[in-house]
């Protein structure tokens, strides 16, 4: 069982920035896939970026080149640097380790972009 625990959400002006960690206490094994989906009021749950455990990466169109996705697999944690927020960023943000056939999600943190 792998327990995924979020950080680093909040309120933030538009055209900040924010850091979002995942950590993964328990074993992580290769291949994987990470990623971070979100889920803004009353819209479906969409995927934000993805991580592959040979260190390719892929975002949404609405993201590229402000979010970056990366990985400390020394520790564990999965992060997203968000940059250059706009308020349409704002919804509740899920971390995803894909470990075939399972899938582990974490809680959500909040994310809320807004002057």
């Known amino acids: 069982q792998v327990q995924l625990v979020e950080s680093g959400g909040g309120l933030v002006q538009p055209g900040g920035s924010l850091r979002l960690s995942c950590a993964a206490p328990?074993?992580?094994?290769?291949?994987?896939?990470m990623g971070w989906y979100r889920q803004a009021p009353g819209k479906q749950r969409e995927l934000v970026a993805t991580i592959l455990s040979g260190g390719s990466t892929n975002y949404v169109d609405s993201v590229k080149g402000r979010f970056t996705i990366s990985m400390d697999n020394a520790q564990n944690t999965l992060y997203l640097q968000m940059n250059s927020l706009k308020p349409e960023d704002t919804a509740i943000y899920y971390c995803l380790v894909h470990m075939a056939p399972m899938n582990y999600w974490g809680q959500g943190t909040q994310v809320t972009v807004s002057s």
């Open positions: 328990g074993s992580i094994f290769r291949p994987y896939v």
